[in-house]
């Protein structure tokens, strides 16, 4: 085999939903202050006995399911997250427990926002290496348990929940090579230090580095994988802030893409935001099977990531 394609998503997020105008009543706020200056609408926010590990399991679960296949093949799962709790078992070996598969490498990675750009290209390197011909990837998190809920600038923007994708040998790679980086000196942009947090961030540092820098980073992106920005047939970027996305997507030239603006429902889930932005356009139809689309992720670190797949 010379590389591994996606076959099946699946996503999961928490039946609370927590818009603006109930933000409003914790903290000095409102719907249009929030709307105009990140377009998030609401956001799901996990029940206090809502883990990490079960949200990661339920979508895994979910996508295990549409990908037909028996659990028990899988040998290599991959959790991307920076919100767990407990360290030891990971949530991968969680996740393995919960499904009750085999014996898989289980590996949790904590790359925050580019999380699950990151996992997906180790899966697909162990894919490419023989090290794993079926590969589980999962991007989740509780960003809820670290959140100042007094702290406006802050906590308007995030949510919770998990995305997942189950990756297969194939001998038409599908998933392009990985463009990734960081940027030491803005290495305490995006931050969530010692046992409590709180989650805090440079947000317009990341703003101006994102709406600057990301498009020609995007452009190699699509150069790697041999194609033009115009034969996209979508764009799923870390959901951060709708004034990133939008402007981005316009910059690369993306004309034909579907752009993903799950941040709208969603807000800012971190590692789970790609998976869980592309499983709910896969689940409606939105992008062609088949069609090339570009995942970026940007976050704590500051770092970066980026690949074109084949939508399944």
């Known amino acids: 085999m010379t590389g591994s394609r996606v076959v099946a998503l699946g996503h999961y ?12 009543t914790m903290v000095e706020t409102n719907d249009e202050w929030i709307q105009s200056r990140v377009g ?21 679960d979910k996508a295990v399911a549409n990908a037909g296949i028996d659990s028990s093949e899988i040998d290599y799962v991959v959790v991307a997250t920076c919100t767990a709790i407990d360290r030891s078992p990971n949530i991968a070996a969680r996740v393995a427990a919960r499904l009750g598969l085999g014996n898989p490498a289980a590996i949790d990675l904590n790359t925050a926002c580019s999380g699950f750009a990151y996992a997906m290209a180790t899966a697909d390197q162990a894919i490419r290496a023989g090290a794993a011909s079926k590969a589980l990837v999962i991007g989740v998190e509780k960003l809820s348990d670290w959140t100042d809920w007094t702290d406006r600038t802050t906590c308007v923007l995030i949510g919770d929940g998990a995305g997942a994708a189950v990756l297969v040998a194939s001998e038409e790679p599908e998933i392009s090579p990985v463009v990734w980086g960081s940027v030491p000196e803005m290495s305490d942009a995006v931050r969530i230090e010692g046992r409590e947090g709180p989650f805090e961030q440079a947000g317009l540092s990341v703003f101006r580095w994102a709406t600057t820098q990301l498009p020609e980073i995007a452009q190699r992106v699509c150069e790697k994988a041999g194609l033009k920005p115009e034969d996209l047939g979508g764009v799923v970027l870390h959901q951060a802030n709708l004034r990133i996305i939008e402007p981005l997507a316009k910059r690369l030239g993306a004309v034909n893409a579907v752009v993903a603006k799950d941040v709208v429902e969603s ?11 592309l499983s ?14 570009l995942l970026f992720g940007f976050g704590g670190g500051l770092s970066y990531a980026g690949q074109v797949i084949r939508c399944p």
Do not use: C, F, H, Y
């Not at 997020?13 to 409003?24: C, F, I, K, W, Y």
């Not at 609408?41 to 990661?56: H, K, L, N, T, Y």
């Not at 807000?267 to 932005?277: E, Q």
């Open 267 to 277: 807000g800012n889930t971190s590692a789970a935001s790609i998976p869980i932005a």
């Open 13 to 24: 997020q928490p039946e609370r939903v927590l818009t603006n105008d109930e933000l409003a």
């Open 40 to 60: 998030i609408r609401e956001r799901r926010i996990a029940a206090p006995d809502e883990s990490v590990d079960e949200m990661a399991w339920r979508a895994a």
């Open 280 to 293: 709910k356009l896969v689940e409606k139809r939105e992008i062609p099977s088949g069609a090339p689309v």
